[in-house]
C-alpha cells in the first residue's frame, strides 16, 4: 500500500481480555517496527522484525506480549490477559532494506489501546 | 543505552516568528537521525532524516542540523504559521535496530 495501515485505530477492552493489533506496512519494505507510545512520553521499542523473523524483541515488556508476521508483510502484534498499564497507542513502522543503518521510518496512525 | 533530550518541553510562539527546537543525544556512535511530527491522537509524520555524514537537511521552511561529535541537532522553522502547532519528536539510529525517542516539543503557534 501506499502508507503503513493499522486497525483498529481506537480498541477498548476489558481487563484481563486478549486483544490484537494489526499492521500492514509498505508493500516491498522488509523492515517492521513495533513501538509503544505513553501519554506524553515518546515512543519506545518493543519488536523489530527483518522479513518474517523477529530479529530482536528486546523491547517486549513481558511474555504476555507477542508479534508475528508470518508471510513477511501483514505483522499482528498480541496482548494476553490485558493490564491497565497496558493502555497506550501501539504505533507501527516499517523500513526498506536489510541494511537498517541509512534508513528512516515510515510510521501508521497507530492503535490506540484502552484496557 | 542512548538516551536523547528534547528542549524546551513546551514553546508558543506568534505566527510568523523563526523558531528552533533542540535534541541532545548521549551516544554519538549513531547512524542516522529523524525529525518527526506528531498531531493530537495521530502518528508520527516524518519531516527530515540526516544522515551522519551529513550536516544538515532542508525541506520547504524546515532545516534540520546534526552535530554528531557533540550529540546534538536542531530543527529550525522558519516564519511559522499556526499549522505548524504539534509535537516534534527527535529519534536516533545507533548500531542497534532500533531508533530512541526523545519526549518531544510541544508547539504551538498563535495566530
Known amino acids: 500500500g501506499a502508507g503503513v495501515s493499522q486497525t483498529p485505530s481506537n480498541k477498548v477492552t476489558e481487563k484481563g481480555k486478549y486483544v490484537e493489533l494489526r499492521c500492514d506496512p509498505i508493500?516491498?519494505?522488509?523492515?517492521l517496527y513495533w513501538y509503544r507510545q505513553s501519554l506524553g512520553q515518546g515512543p519506545e521499542f518493543l519488536i523489530y522484525?527483518?522479513?518474517?523473523?523477529?530479529?530482536?524483541d528486546s523491547g517486549l515488556p513481558n511474555d504476555r506480549f507477542f508479534a508475528v508476521r508470518p508471510e513477511g508483510s501483514v505483522s499482528t502484534l498480541k496482548i494476553q490477559r490485558t493490564e491497565r498499564g497496558d493502555s497506550a497507542v501501539y504505533l507501527c513502522a516499517s523500513s526498506p532494506g536489510r541494511d537498517q543503518r541509512g534508513y528512516g521510518y515510515t510510521f501508521g496512525s497507530g492503535t490506540r489501546l484502552t484496557v | 543505552k542512548q538516551e536523547v533530550t528534547q528542549i524546551p518541553a513546551a514553546l508558543s510562539v506568534p505566527e510568523g516568528e523563526n523558531l528552533v527546537l533542540n535534541c541532545s543525544f548521549t551516544d554519538s556512535a549513531i547512524y542516522n537521525l529523524q525529525w518527526f511530527r506528531q498531531d493530537p491522537g495521530k502518528g508520527l509524520t516524518s519531516l527530515l532524516l540526516i544522515q551522519s555524514s551529513q550536516r544538515e537537511q532542508t525541506s520547504g521552511r524546515l532545516n534540520a542540523s546534526l552535530d554528531k561529535s557533540s550529540g546534538r541537532s536542531t530543527l529550525y522553522i522558519a516564519a511559522s504559521q499556526p499549522g505548524d502547532s504539534a509535537t516534534y519528536l527527535c529519534a536516533v539510529k545507533g548500531t542497534g535496530n532500533q531508533f530512541y525517542f526523545g519526549t518531544g516539543t510541544s508547539l504551538t503557534v498563535i495566530p
Open positions: 508493500s516491498g519494505h522488509t523492515a
Open positions: 522484525f527483518q522479513g518474517t523473523g523477529a530479529a530482536d
